[in-house]
Protein backbone atom coordinates (compact mmCIF):
# COMPACT_ATOMS: atom_id res chain seq x y z
CA UNK A 1 0.00 0.00 0.00
CA UNK A 2 1.11 3.42 -1.09
CA UNK A 3 2.82 5.98 1.47
CA UNK A 4 1.54 9.34 2.13
CA UNK A 5 3.63 11.47 4.46
CA UNK A 6 2.64 14.98 3.37
CA UNK A 7 -1.34 15.00 2.39
CA UNK A 8 -2.22 13.81 5.81
CA UNK A 9 -0.61 15.61 7.68
CA UNK A 10 -2.16 18.43 6.25
CA UNK A 11 -5.58 17.75 6.75
CA UNK A 12 -7.05 19.36 9.68
CA UNK A 13 -8.22 17.49 12.28
CA UNK A 14 -11.52 15.66 12.79
CA UNK A 15 -13.57 15.72 15.88
CA UNK A 16 -17.25 14.16 16.56
CA UNK A 17 -19.50 16.19 16.66
CA UNK A 18 -17.53 19.58 15.29
CA UNK A 19 -18.24 21.25 12.26
CA UNK A 20 -16.89 19.70 8.93
CA UNK A 21 -13.56 21.76 7.88
CA UNK A 22 -14.24 21.87 4.39
CA UNK A 23 -16.97 20.23 1.88
CA UNK A 24 -16.13 16.28 0.40
CA UNK A 25 -15.80 18.20 -3.13
CA UNK A 26 -12.67 20.28 -1.50
CA UNK A 27 -11.35 17.41 0.21
CA UNK A 28 -11.93 15.22 -2.77
CA UNK A 29 -10.09 17.94 -4.80
CA UNK A 30 -6.83 17.47 -2.82
CA UNK A 31 -6.88 14.10 -2.90
CA UNK A 32 -6.50 14.04 -6.56
CA UNK A 33 -3.66 15.73 -6.46
CA UNK A 34 -2.04 13.73 -4.23
CA UNK A 35 -2.87 10.77 -4.73
CA UNK A 36 -1.92 7.54 -7.19
CA UNK A 37 -5.17 7.12 -9.79
CA UNK A 38 -5.44 4.14 -8.32
CA UNK A 39 -5.50 4.79 -4.77
CA UNK A 40 -7.66 8.06 -5.79
CA UNK A 41 -10.03 5.27 -7.50
CA UNK A 42 -10.36 3.37 -4.68
CA UNK A 43 -11.18 6.64 -2.33
CA UNK A 44 -13.99 7.62 -4.39
CA UNK A 45 -15.97 4.40 -3.20
CA UNK A 46 -16.04 5.12 0.12
CA UNK A 47 -19.68 5.35 0.52
CA UNK A 48 -20.31 2.74 -2.17
CA UNK A 49 -22.55 0.84 -0.24
CA UNK A 50 -24.45 -1.61 -2.91
CA UNK A 51 -28.33 -1.88 -2.82
CA UNK A 52 -29.67 -5.12 -2.28
CA UNK A 53 -28.63 -7.88 -5.15
CA UNK A 54 -26.21 -5.59 -6.66
CA UNK A 55 -22.41 -6.54 -6.60
CA UNK A 56 -19.74 -4.51 -4.66
CA UNK A 57 -16.68 -3.16 -6.79
CA UNK A 58 -13.45 -4.79 -5.68
CA UNK A 59 -11.37 -2.69 -3.42
CA UNK A 60 -7.95 -3.49 -2.11
CA UNK A 61 -8.44 -1.34 1.33
CA UNK A 62 -8.70 -3.60 3.94
CA UNK A 63 -10.26 -0.71 6.12
CA UNK A 64 -12.94 0.21 3.25
CA UNK A 65 -13.62 -4.15 3.16
CA UNK A 66 -14.00 -4.11 6.83
CA UNK A 67 -15.99 -1.02 7.28
CA UNK A 68 -18.12 -2.09 3.97
CA UNK A 69 -19.33 -4.95 6.18
CA UNK A 70 -19.67 -3.24 9.00
CA UNK A 71 -21.67 -1.04 7.90
CA UNK A 72 -23.93 -4.05 5.64
CA UNK A 73 -24.46 -5.66 9.03
CA UNK A 74 -25.03 -2.13 10.77
CA UNK A 75 -27.89 -1.67 7.78
CA UNK A 76 -29.60 -4.85 8.37
CA UNK A 77 -29.69 -5.34 12.10
CA UNK A 78 -31.58 -2.12 11.79
CA UNK A 79 -33.84 -3.50 8.96
CA UNK A 80 -34.43 -6.72 10.99
CA UNK A 81 -35.08 -4.93 14.45
CA UNK A 82 -38.14 -2.22 12.32
CA UNK A 83 -39.35 -5.04 10.48
CA UNK A 84 -39.91 -7.17 13.74
CA UNK A 85 -41.54 -4.24 15.19
CA UNK A 86 -43.77 -3.52 11.88
CA UNK A 87 -44.64 -6.99 11.99
CA UNK A 88 -43.34 -7.77 8.54
CA UNK A 89 -41.36 -10.24 6.67
CA UNK A 90 -37.65 -8.91 7.65
CA UNK A 91 -35.86 -11.12 4.88
CA UNK A 92 -37.15 -8.61 2.31
CA UNK A 93 -35.07 -6.23 4.02
CA UNK A 94 -31.93 -7.81 4.43
CA UNK A 95 -29.02 -7.54 1.92
CA UNK A 96 -26.93 -10.85 1.49
CA UNK A 97 -23.30 -10.98 2.60
CA UNK A 98 -21.25 -10.80 5.61
CA UNK A 99 -21.64 -9.01 8.46
CA UNK A 100 -20.22 -7.57 11.99
CA UNK A 101 -21.86 -8.60 14.57
CA UNK A 102 -20.12 -5.40 16.90
CA UNK A 103 -22.53 -3.97 14.00
CA UNK A 104 -25.88 -5.45 15.35
CA UNK A 105 -25.04 -4.33 18.24
CA UNK A 106 -24.79 -0.94 17.09
CA UNK A 107 -27.83 -1.08 15.68
CA UNK A 108 -29.58 -1.86 18.89
CA UNK A 109 -28.24 0.57 20.29
CA UNK A 110 -29.63 2.99 17.57
CA UNK A 111 -33.42 1.27 17.41
CA UNK A 112 -33.56 2.22 21.25
CA UNK A 113 -33.66 5.85 20.71
CA UNK A 114 -37.08 7.22 20.55
CA UNK A 115 -36.23 10.89 18.56
CA UNK A 116 -35.44 9.79 15.39
CA UNK A 117 -33.03 12.57 15.60
CA UNK A 118 -31.08 11.22 18.64
CA UNK A 119 -31.41 7.94 16.74
CA UNK A 120 -29.87 9.66 13.77
CA UNK A 121 -26.77 11.38 15.96
CA UNK A 122 -26.62 7.84 17.45
CA UNK A 123 -26.12 6.35 14.05
CA UNK A 124 -23.63 8.62 12.68
CA UNK A 125 -21.41 7.92 16.59
CA UNK A 126 -21.50 4.44 16.12
CA UNK A 127 -20.33 4.77 12.62
CA UNK A 128 -17.70 6.82 13.36
CA UNK A 129 -16.49 4.92 15.97
CA UNK A 130 -16.32 1.99 13.43
CA UNK A 131 -14.12 3.81 11.40
CA UNK A 132 -12.11 4.84 14.26
CA UNK A 133 -12.07 1.17 15.73
CA UNK A 134 -11.05 0.09 11.74
CA UNK A 135 -8.31 2.23 10.97
CA UNK A 136 -6.48 2.27 14.69
CA UNK A 137 -3.49 1.26 12.93
CA UNK A 138 -3.31 3.49 9.88
CA UNK A 139 -1.03 6.35 9.50
CA UNK A 140 -0.06 8.20 6.39
CA UNK A 141 -1.62 5.36 3.98
CA UNK A 142 -4.41 5.07 1.94
CA UNK A 143 -6.56 3.69 4.86
CA UNK A 144 -6.11 6.58 7.09
CA UNK A 145 -7.18 9.13 4.42
CA UNK A 146 -10.04 7.02 3.33
CA UNK A 147 -10.71 7.04 7.00
CA UNK A 148 -10.74 10.58 6.95
CA UNK A 149 -12.88 11.09 4.51
CA UNK A 150 -15.52 8.96 5.84
CA UNK A 151 -15.14 10.69 9.23
CA UNK A 152 -15.64 14.02 6.71
CA UNK A 153 -19.01 12.61 5.49
CA UNK A 154 -20.42 12.04 8.47
CA UNK A 155 -19.43 15.94 10.53
CA UNK A 156 -21.30 16.72 6.68
CA UNK A 157 -24.44 15.12 7.56
CA UNK A 158 -24.11 16.15 11.43
CA UNK A 159 -24.42 19.72 10.43
CA UNK A 160 -27.17 18.58 7.49
CA UNK A 161 -29.12 17.22 10.88
CA UNK A 162 -28.94 20.04 12.64
CA UNK A 163 -30.07 22.16 9.27
CA UNK A 164 -32.89 19.85 9.57
CA UNK A 165 -33.82 19.76 13.00
CA UNK A 166 -33.75 23.67 12.90
CA UNK A 167 -36.20 23.77 10.08
CA UNK A 168 -38.19 20.96 11.50
CA UNK A 169 -38.34 23.34 15.15
CA UNK A 170 -39.69 26.59 12.85
CA UNK A 171 -42.11 25.05 10.93
CA UNK A 172 -42.99 23.01 14.32
CA UNK A 173 -43.55 26.79 15.87
CA UNK A 174 -45.22 27.81 13.03
CA UNK A 175 -47.91 25.81 13.57
CA UNK A 176 -48.19 25.92 16.94
CA UNK A 177 -48.75 29.38 16.29
CA UNK A 178 -51.24 29.19 13.45
CA UNK A 179 -53.01 26.94 15.08
CA UNK A 180 -53.24 29.21 18.17
CA UNK A 181 -54.34 32.33 15.96
CA UNK A 182 -57.00 30.44 14.36
CA UNK A 183 -58.57 28.93 17.83
CA UNK A 184 -58.15 32.32 19.04
CA UNK A 185 -60.26 33.56 16.15
CA UNK A 186 -62.87 31.40 16.42
CA UNK A 187 -63.49 31.84 19.91
CA UNK A 188 -63.74 36.00 19.47
CA UNK A 189 -67.50 37.03 18.36
CA UNK A 190 -67.64 38.62 15.23
CA UNK A 191 -68.86 42.16 15.03
CA UNK A 192 -72.99 41.80 15.13
CA UNK A 193 -75.25 44.16 13.50
Known amino acids: M ?3 WYFPATLP ?7 APMTDAQFMEQAREAL ?14 PAAGKKEKAVSSQLLLNYRTWERGFRNGLARL ?4 AGIDEEQYVRQGPGKDEAAAAALICFNYQDPLEA ?3 AEHERWMAVDHYSALSAFDLDSIIAYRIKLGIAIRLKNLEKERGILEYSRLYKEIMERVV ?3 AETPGDEE
Open 2 to 4: SRY
Open 36 to 49: SSSDFAELEQCFDI
Open 183 to 185: SEE
Open 120 to 122: EMA
Open 82 to 85: RSRK
Open 13 to 19: GLIFGSP
